[in-house]
Every structure is written in structure tokens, then in C-alpha cells.
């Protein structure tokens, strides 16, 4: 049972609870997207030009366009790899950037050159 106190609810003994904000959470790995994608090629994009972010907690649940482009897009740039890697690959006018934080969560996301 949860009991009001002065400083805020207190959960009973082993219960976290978390409040995550997806939306900005998204913007964050935009920013870190755009990022990698000017170290990458030097070319800078506005944030109006991403088309596509998925946000893909587990190995499995990645979308296979962006395990392909995993496959494809050749080595894994990043300074420390067990905490912050990406992948880069340009396939026609899509810029194909998957982020992989700590070896378990990846951003994928997918920018169109205008």
C-alpha cells in the first residue's frame, strides 16, 4: 500500500519506479545522430529531415532494414565501444545511422537528404 508522506509517495520495500520521457529521449538520439552523421561526412542536417526513429531495447527487436544496414555499413566507429557506438551507411538519398548504448540499447535512424 502507498502512503502519502511529506516528501512525495514512498513505494514499499524493492519497488522502483521509473518516469521515462520517450519524446525526449527520441530528441536526444536525433541530436547524437546528427552528430555522428557530420563526423562521418561532414554534412550537416536539419532536424526536419529525419524520417524515421526507432528506439529497439533488444537485439531481437531491431527492424531488419536496420540489421541489414548493421551488416552493411562496416566498422564500428565510436571512442569507447562497450558504452557508445554507431554505425553509418548511405543508401540513395537515406542516411541509415544505428547508436548503441552499452551494448544493449540502439536507436535507429534513418535522415533523407532533401
Given at each position: 500500500?502507498?502512503?502519502?508522506?511529506?516528501?512525495?509517495?514512498?513505494?514499499?520495500?524493492?519497488?522502483v519506479?521509473?518516469?521515462?520521457?520517450?519524446?525526449?529521449?527520441?530528441?536526444?538520439?536525433?541530436?547524437?545522430a546528427?552528430?555522428?552523421?557530420?563526423?562521418?561526412?561532414?554534412?550537416?542536417?536539419?532536424?526536419?529531415?529525419?524520417?524515421?526513429?526507432?528506439?529497439?531495447?533488444?537485439?531481437?527487436?531491431v527492424?531488419?532494414?536496420?540489421q541489414?544496414s548493421?551488416?552493411?555499413?562496416?566498422?564500428?566507429?565510436?571512442?569507447?565501444?562497450?558504452?557508445?557506438s554507431y554505425?553509418?551507411?548511405?543508401?540513395?538519398?537515406?542516411?541509415?545511422?544505428?547508436?548503441?548504448?552499452?551494448?544493449?540499447?540502439?536507436?535507429?535512424?534513418?535522415?533523407?537528404?532533401?
Amino acid at each position: 500500500m502507498l502512503q502519502e508522506q511529506p516528501r512525495g509517495i514512498h513505494l514499499p520495500p524493492g519497488n522502483v519506479e521509473i518516469n521515462v520521457d520517450i519524446c525526449r529521449i527520441q530528441r536526444i538520439a536525433c541530436k547524437i545522430a546528427r552528430g555522428a552523421l557530420y563526423l562521418s561526412n561532414e554534412k550537416y542536417v536539419p532536424e526536419s529531415d529525419i524520417v524515421d526513429i526507432r528506439i529497439c531495447p533488444g537485439g531481437f527487436e531491431v527492424p531488419e532494414m536496420y540489421q541489414i544496414s548493421w551488416k552493411c555499413a562496416g566498422s564500428i566507429k565510436g571512442p569507447y565501444p562497450k558504452v557508445f557506438s554507431y554505425k553509418y551507411m548511405q543508401y540513395e538519398q537515406y542516411h541509415i545511422i544505428s547508436l548503441l548504448f552499452w551494448e544493449a540499447f540502439m536507436f535507429c535512424i534513418t535522415i533523407q537528404d532533401e
